[in-house]
């Protein structure tokens, strides 16, 4: 397995497995799925803003992504990103995740960013220990906040600052 950067040509395999997630799962708010061209130009735009996005690819196969998108479009909010990752269903537990993360959250920081929000739809166990894993806090908990498959449904925010990532990395070289 290799990560690397994301490529546009990269839009067809992302796109397939979001689209899993759009109609399998509340880890999306999204309801429809979405069409190649529409990734493409999400892509485009975290590029475009230098935002970090990689990819996991094994044997020229997308077995996961993630990205760091701006959190809100006001000025002062500009030193914070939102993250995400998925993972393609066949490779999770393989730590795809993890491997996504161990580059993504330095790049984040190494691009200037000050602080990373990871918005996660409850329950998700392993999404909660994947962030919890690499330092985020819990900071946030909003209850029935989205509807999706006839239910609604709870969303955490997690946190994790580049003093509190500098910290651990600290501890963890001692």
Known sequence: MIIRPVQLADSVGICGIYNYFVMTSHATFELD???P???ERRIRGCLDESYPYLVAENEREILGFAYAHHYRPRPAYVQTVEVSVYIRPVAERRGVASA????LIPAVFDAGFHTILAGIALPN?????LHEKFGFQKVAHLSEVGRKF???????YWQLT???ARSRQKKDRE
């Open 33 to 35: 799925p979405q069409e």
């Open 37 to 39: 061209a529409e990734t």
């Open 100 to 103: 996504l993360y161990k580059l």
């Open 125 to 129: 166990e392993a999404s909660v220990r």
């Open 150 to 156: 006839d239910r609604w449904i709870d969303v955490g």
């Open 162 to 164: 580049a003093e509190n």
